[in-house]
């Protein structure tokens, strides 16, 4: 059984940096794009950021470009999400995603991924 599960959330000031962990077991992260989703309280699921399997491929959404880094450990069967510079509206629950076979036109989108984790929480203080 295939399974992720995040770590990392917590409460931070503005400008403050996170980490965010995204343990799979069940299946290698080698074959596997990674992506990073978030949504907050009354709002549609937000795409964040996606990595390649091979590792090579990144997108990230606008709103977090510059400020937000995705790596993935294919030793270690986890992916990461460095959050630098967080704002309050970066305020939301973080979900991992994993999914074979994703071109590079769908990483973007929830829908190509078949792998989710429970999410961790992100919460920013003004």
């Known amino acids: 059984q295939v399974q992720l599960v995040e770590s990392g959330g917590g409460l931070v000031q503005a400008g403050a940096s996170l980490r965010l962990s995204c343990s799979i077991s069940?299946?290698?992260?080698?074959?596997?794009?990674a992506a990073w989703f978030r949504q907050a309280p009354g709002t549609e699921r937000e795409f964040v950021a996606a990595?390649?399997?091979?590792?090579?491929?990144?997108t990230y959404s606008d709103s977090v470009k510059g400020r937000f880094v995705i790596t993935k450990d294919n030793t270690q069967n986890t992916a990461y999400l460095q959050m630098n510079n967080l704002k309050p509206e970066d305020t939301a629950v973080y979900y991992c995603?994993?999914?074979?076979?994703?071109?590079?036109?769908?990483?973007?989108?929830?829908?190509?991924?078949?792998?989710w984790g429970q999410g961790t929480q992100v919460t920013v203080s003004s």
């Open positions: 995603a994993a999914g074979s076979g994703i071109i590079l036109s769908s990483l973007r989108l929830g829908g190509a991924y078949n792998f």
């Open positions: 069940g299946r290698t992260l080698r074959s596997l794009s």
């Open positions: 990595i390649r399997a091979t590792g090579g491929t990144t």
